[in-house]
């Protein structure tokens, strides 16, 4: 018999694990949201989940959620998050669309940043912050510093 691996097949060495209100409903969100695919799910009592996992993009996220009693809380129970999840895609503009017809809250519409990517921001129904983001350009570090004395434009500074 071979060893386990210390990192799984699979997975990556920082995996966001989100705590989420309504799990399942999180799950189908982000399945519709995002192209998410749903890789395991442990039911708990209560009909709460005490652990999922949905893979999006090459990416494991974890789901579980809510567990106040284990000082376990979404985004929503503190009035927002400090933590931005960022999706690097093909097509910025499709997915943002995509995001808010799934029940997003559009933050930051898609538009060209100095650093080379068209980026924009949305919330999902748990609190959790999504950038969305296309690289278009490549951007030398002299560029990029020079663009950084102004970083960030009015749409950047004002929600959605």
Not at 34 to 46: I, Y
Not at 64 to 91: C, I, K
Not at 94 to 119: H, I, K, N, S
Not at 142 to 159: F, G, M, Q, Y
């Amino acid at each position: 018999m071979t060893s386990p691996q210390p990192v799984p097949a699979g997975m990556h060495t920082v995996t966001p694990h989100l705590v989420c209100d309504n799990a399942a409903a999180a799950i189908d969100f982000y399945v519709r949201a995002f192209g998410a695919t749903e890789l395991m799910r442990l039911p708990g009592s209560e009909g709460r989940i005490l652990h999922a996992q949905v893979r999006i993009g090459d990416s494991v996220v974890m789901i579980v959620d809510a567990h106040p009693e284990w000082f376990m809380r979404d985004p929503n129970s503190y009035g927002g998050t400090p933590v931005v999840l960022h999706l690097q895609v093909p097509d910025v503009d499709a997915l943002f669309a995509q995001a808010v017809a799934a029940g997003a809250t559009a933050q930051m519409a898609p538009e060209d940043m100095f650093w080379g990517d068209r980026y924009g921001r949305v919330i999902d129904p748990n609190g959790h912050v999504w950038a969305i983001a296309t690289h278009v350009r490549d951007v030398s570090p002299e560029e990029l510093l020079a663009a950084s004395a102004n970083p960030c434009p009015e749409s950047v500074t004002k929600e959605t």
